[in-house]
Nanobody, 123 residues
Framework: VQLQASGGGLVQAGGSLRLSCTAS????????VGWFRQSPGKEREFVAA????????HYADSVKGRFTISRDNAENTAYLQLSSLKPDDSADYYCAAGWPLYLTSLSKHYDYWGRGTLVTVSS
């Protein structure tokens, strides 16, 4: 499985972006997808996750109510809608996929990772 994240860019505080994570192969619809982010000098942190069907989601407290994760299995794509963006949201955003036993924020449970897409929020 190969993952490709896209959709990052420069946006003003309060603005919105939609990130996409497109997967290759036939397994995507069976996999949990997570989004993580990392900014310079900081550890990678969990942002959101969605189960294989899209019926369950999980968010970091820092983004709850502002970000929305979704997926379209027919398109082998997951999305992360970023709204009410703050400068602290600036980071490289990564998508990951795997088969964890539960909807998890722990990166070790995700087997496949894409390259990041950079989000920069100006104040």
């Amino acid at each position: 499985v190969q993952l490709q994240a896209s959709g990052g860019g420069l946006v003003q505080a309060g603005g919105s972006l939609r990130l996409s994570c497109t997967a290759s192969g036939d397994s995507f619809s069976t996999m949990t997808v997570g989004w993580f982010r990392q900014s310079p000098g900081k550890e990678r942190e969990f942002v959101a996750a969605i189960n294989y069907s899209g019926g369950s989601t999980h968010y970091a407290d820092s983004v709850k109510g502002r970000f929305t994760i979704s997926r379209d299995n027919a398109e082998n794509t997951a999305y992360l809608q970023l709204s009410s963006l703050k400068p602290d949201d600036s980071a490289d955003y990564y998508c990951a996929a795997g088969w964890p036993l539960y909807l998890t924020s722990l990166s070790k449970h995700y087997d496949y990772w894409g390259r990041g897409t950079l989000v920069t929020v100006s104040s």
